[in-house]
């Protein structure tokens, strides 16, 4: 698979916004892995954060996420997006754009940890 380019990190307030960005320097990479979502805190093991299904229709999120983050993919743009509401100190971290090989419950298992691919990380601060 080739490289995974995230954009879209930086600081923000408690209670703003941001919305990162993954796209797959292959588009036909795009077409074929489901996607997710993890992130890194200093001194805490690498979480995940939400995922998606091949084809956008399914989305998993971990419970400290659901309802303020949402994940989204945009086939003509072949990107996959973030888009984290409401942010809170607690979601400082380096997020990791993560990609897998489609196969029974990809999406899901990428999740839980099953990942193929790394992106590089951006870094989210969110200042109290």
């Known amino acids: 698979l080739s490289p995974l380019l995230e954009s879209g990190g930086g600081s923000v307030q408690a209670g703003e916004s941001l919305t990162l960005s993954c796209k797959p320097a292959?588009?036909?990479?795009?077409?074929?892995?489901?996607m997710g979502w993890f992130r890194q805190s200093p001194g805490k093991e690498r979480e995940g954060v939400a995922s998606?299904?091949?084809?956008?229709?399914?989305?998993f999120y971990a419970d400290s996420v659901k309802g303020r983050f949402t994940i989204s993919r945009d086939k003509e743009k072949a990107t996959m997006y973030l888009q984290m509401n409401s942010l809170q100190p607690d979601d400082s971290a380096m997020y990791y754009c993560?990609?897998?090989?489609?196969?029974?419950?990809?999406?899901?298992?990428?999740?839980?940890?099953?990942?193929?691919?790394w992106g590089q990380g951006v870094q989210v601060i969110v200042a109290s």
């Open positions: 998606i299904s091949t084809g956008g229709t399914k989305q």
């Open positions: 993560a990609a897998a090989s489609v196969g029974k419950n990809c999406a899901p298992n990428l999740l839980a940890g099953r990942v193929d691919h």
């Open positions: 292959s588009e036909y990479n795009y077409f074929t892995n489901c």
